[in-house]
């Protein structure tokens, strides 16, 4: 006889889904309304002024200068403060407006918690709420890239190139605008012709800048792994057996570690040594070169583990200290709320 596993129905599972983010929005509404609050930024303008100077070749620096210089230009920016910033700064003086609430960073705190609550919720399970938190980062991803890939690439690789006096004029100001180069009708004609890879009958033009750049790519990276990978590990593994101290003593931990060293990579490549069967000393030491295989992709593994793990640690910091308020590493909002007690107090004292 053979079993069968019963598959809830789609209506059910949409109903579970509903009734955990409905839990979660009941807890998140309850720990909001307890003690002072969660979830909210805070933000204090600064303003710094910024000069222009022209040196002999004609190009353009901008220094910060002193607030109200002559021909200064001044950028005020919103810079981040806690909330215990602003209980002290309300108890030193109320009513003050240097430090002041943003609903703009508050909402982009709510979306980030609600993102990263969302993207966890696929530990549980395939959900709707993971489905569109992935399709919002792969989108923002995409222009994002796009966006670096046109200021930083295109336009000061390619049009800053044919038309230098048109981009110094438009947005690089420091760009020395000489003449133009008609050699970077080249990339523009392939770059031309991989879009035609978007239309059906234009695909077979775009196979040829295709080969071209996967070839260069190729070449490129080739040239790099042999010098960083090859070369360097031959070099690094080209060490004395035998080590002596400054002293002229003999180094017994410098010199076991190189022999490790020297032994595992020999060992190691007779591992990989196909045309010889591996057998008797052959074999042996094969056998060894698997043992330091198995350490090293261990200990890559583990590097990679400990780099997740660092990264999860930081969303549950995140959570707990930015957006829910459960912990305060740092005391400030609990020094903050002392300081408002203690100007409470004093008024009080003082009125009495």
């Given at each position: 006889m053979s079993s069968t596993t019963m598959e809830p129905s789609a209506p059910a599972q949409g109903k579970w889904w509903i009734g955990l983010f409905l839990v979660i929005a009941v807890l998140v509404a309850i720990r909001a309304g307890i003690g002072e609050g969660m979830g909210r930024a805070y933000v204090q303008t600064e303003s710094t002024s910024y000069a222009a100077a022209t040196d002999d070749q004609g190009r353009v620096t901008w220094s910060a200068v002193a607030d109200g210089a002559a021909g200064s230009a001044t950028i005020e920016r919103d810079v981040f403060r806690?909330?215990?910033?602003?209980?002290?700064?309300?108890?030193?003086?109320?009513?003050?407006?240097?430090?002041?609430?943003?609903?703009?960073?508050?909402?982009?705190?709510?979306?980030?918690?609600?993102?990263?609550?969302?993207?966890?919720?696929?530990?549980?399970?395939?959900?709707?709420?993971?489905?569109?938190?992935?399709?919002?980062v792969i989108g923002v991803s995409a222009g994002y890239w796009m966006a670096v890939a046109f200021w930083e690439t295109l336009v000061p690789k390619l049009v800053a190139q044919l038309a230098p006096g048109l981009v110094k004029a438009w947005c690089m100001p420091n760009l020395d605008a000489g003449a133009i180069n008609l050699d970077a009708l080249i990339p523009l004609g392939l770059g031309i012709m991989l879009l035609s890879q978007l239309t059906p009958l234009g695909r077979h033009v775009g196979r040829w800048p295709l080969a071209f750049v996967i070839g260069?790519?190729?070449?490129?990276?080739?040239?790099?792994?042999?010098?960083?990978?090859?070369?360097?590990?031959?070099?690094a593994t080209m060490l004395p057996l035998v080590v002596f101290g400054d002293d002229g003593s003999f180094a017994a931990w410098a010199s076991i570690r190189n022999l490790l060293i020297v032994a595992g990579v020999l060992c190691t490549l007779v591992y990989f040594v196909f045309s010889i069967e591996h057998k008797g000393?052959?074999?042996?030491?094969?056998?060894?070169?698997?043992?330091?295989?198995?350490?090293?992709?261990?200990?890559?593994?583990?590097?990679?583990?400990?780099?997740?793990i660092a990264l999860l640690a930081a969303r549950f910091e995140f959570l707990f200290i930015d957006w829910?308020?459960?912990?305060?590493?740092?005391?400030?909002?609990?020094?903050?709320a002392v300081s408002a007690a203690a100007e409470l107090g004093s008024s009080l004292l003082n009125t009495i």
């Open positions: 806690t909330a215990g910033q602003y209980r002290a700064a309300e108890a030193a003086s109320p009513n003050q407006q240097a430090i002041r609430f943003s609903w703009d960073r508050t909402i982009g705190l709510w979306l980030a918690a609600f993102f990263t609550l969302a993207v966890f919720s696929f530990l549980v399970g395939d959900n709707p709420a993971y489905k569109f938190t992935e399709s919002i260069t790519f190729a070449g490129l990276k080739m040239i790099s792994h042999v010098e960083s990978d090859i070369i360097e590990q031959v070099r000393p052959v074999g042996r030491a094969a056998r060894v070169g698997v043992w330091f295989l198995m350490i090293t992709f261990g200990s890559a593994f583990g590097f990679t583990v400990m780099g997740r829910l308020w459960l912990i305060d590493p740092k005391g400030q909002r609990t020094m903050a």
